[in-house]
Each structure stands twice: as C-alpha cells, then as structure tokens.
C-alpha cells in the first residue's frame, strides 16, 4: 500500500511558478510509476505528467516545456515544477501511483492509478 500526500499549491499570476511536492509513504516508492494529474471544475481527470522508476518521463502536450516532472528518492517525494503558468492551468492537482511500473501506452491515463493523494489547489490569475 502507498499513501500519497500533496502540498505546495496556491495562486499566482500568469507568468509565475509553482512546485508541488507529493510525500510518499508505505511501500517502496523507487518501484512505483508515479504520475500528476488535474481536474478542471466539472471536467474528467487529465493526466499531466509521469516519470518512471528508471527516470524516464512524459507529458501531456499542453505542458511540455513548462512543466517538469522530477524525484528525490532519498526523500521519498515527487515534484511537479511548474513555469510559466497560465489561467488555464488552474485546476486541482493530484499526484498518483501504479506499480510496478510505467508505460506510455497508459502513463497519463488516470484510470491506469489505484493510489491516489487528496489533492492540491492551483490557481492562476490573468
């Protein structure tokens, strides 16, 4: 079993940068694919990013270039850095775990993820 914490949101404005963080605890984290997803009010859950337990990474178009997905597995954390941030990235973001691992067939497919964080707010003023 894998517990999923997530912090780090909030608001700013277009243009700025946020990094979320997601605690992971239970299992052995370095085995797990690990992913972040969002939810728009009244929308399906969208994948964002995924990294796999061997470093490899994918995003969903609309983030390329401004959005990294990285590890600190000595910390047992995930992270989302976000750049350059636009009002149409406001959304609830979660982080989630698979195990064993990735593939890019299903990384950015919420569906694909049985743990899941409670989410975290981001907000992006014009």
């Known amino acids: 079993q894998v517990q999923l914490v997530e912090s780090g949101g909030g608001s700013v404005q277009s243009g700025g940068s946020l990094r979320l963080s997601c605690a992971v605890s239970g299992d052995m984290y370095s085995t797990y694919c690990m992913g972040w997803f969002r939810q728009f009010p009244g929308k399906e859950r969208e994948g964002v990013a995924a990294i796999d337990s061997d470093g490899s990474t994918g995003y969903v178009d609309s983030v390329k270039g401004r959005f990294t997905i990285f590890e600190d597995n000595a910390k047992n954390t995930l992270y989302l850095q976000m750049n350059s941030l636009k009002p149409e990235d406001t959304a609830m973001y979660y982080c989630?775990?698979?195990?064993?691992?990735?593939?890019?067939?299903?990384?950015?497919?919420?569906?694909?993820?049985?743990?899941w964080g409670q989410g975290t707010q981001v907000t992006v003023s014009s």
């Open positions: 989630a775990a698979e195990s064993p691992h990735c593939s890019p067939d299903w990384w950015l497919l919420p569906n694909e993820y049985a743990y």
